[in-house]
């Protein structure tokens, strides 16, 4: 089988070498820059504690020199994959399965779901680049579980949590995602083959669409913001505003947001990927992580008062200090 990872960050570094340490596929990574310079040079690199595994790596910044592939895991941020989404076209065969590895609201996230129209998400696809470049009927949802980041170029740090969730957008199961599951799975990964993919991304979506763009203002870590009950509150006001929105879109959310900050209470004072992202001068992941669900709120006609306070101060915050474009 052939793969290619597009984006060698902390999650495409994170999937990348333990794919390429298994040498279970014929494995490739699209990279720029930095990265693609790392990847050539030192190949992949997984720093897990104190153990650094390592694999070499076929690494090239030419979609067209690494051809066609039968999955391409996108592992890039959301900000970015318009300008990917033009560039990866010689890597997509017509049987070509694609795996966004991405946070937040997908671009295909509204396709089949009356209640949001197949009209692309604004927020995350402006031009529709996206939704016509990556065809819905090749993709599998994807959720990631687990804590990386990219302390420099080309090396990933793994911090915990080791689960994918993959599935099929349109739900039920499929004989697509149980390979690709079985490959992950045989990487190291605690592979989940899930029926409603949708679900597992707005879930995951609920517990961190506030406590990201909050931490990247303040500086706090998780455990900061909630032993402050004004801000937690806050965070809890937005959740359920975005819960009454997952209602309406086959997503219904059975914990309560005091439930979900209790389970985030047990990992301790951890640093969002925003706030990593903004502690690195990097373009904040704003749009698919509040953008998309304040958008899809107003397709529904529900109100949103705290969702749109939060993306309107972070992307005030972002603008301010060049972290969000303006």
Sequence with gaps: MKVCIVGAGAIGGFIGTRLAAAAACDLSVLARRAALVSLQEHG??????????????????DAAQLGRQDVV????????????????????????????????????????VAAIGD?????????????????????????????????????TAHKMGNGLIIGEPGGGESARARQLGALLGGAGFDVTVSDNI?????????????????SAMTGATADRILDDP??????RAAMREAALIGDRIGCHIAQTPEQRHEVTRKLGAFKSSMLQD?????????????GAVREIGQRLHLPTPHIDALLGLTRLFGRVHGLYPQ
């Design 44 to 61: 992949w690199r997984l720093r897990q504690g104190d153990v650094l595994t390592t694999a070499p790596a076929r690494a090239s910044d």
């Design 119 to 155: 009209q692309p998400l604004a927020s995350v696809d402006p031009e529709g680049t996206i939704t016509a470049a990556l065809p819905y009927a090749q993709v599998l949802g994807c959720v990631v579980h687990a804590s990386t980041s990219s302390p420099e170029p080309g090396l």
């Design 278 to 290: 903004a502690d690195a001068g990097r373009v904040l992941e704003l749009d698919a992580l509040v």
């Design 230 to 235: 004004l801000v937690a509150e806050f965070c």
């Design 198 to 214: 949708r679900y597992d991304i707005w879930y995951k979506l609920w517990g961190n669409m506030t406590l990201n763009p909050v």
């Design 73 to 112: 895991i996108v592992a890039v941020k959301g900000q970015g994959l318009t300008a990917v989404a033009r560039e990866i076209g010689p890597l997509i065969g017509p049987d070509t399965v694609i795996l966004p590895a991405m946070n937040g609201v997908p671009w295909w996230f509204g396709q089949g």
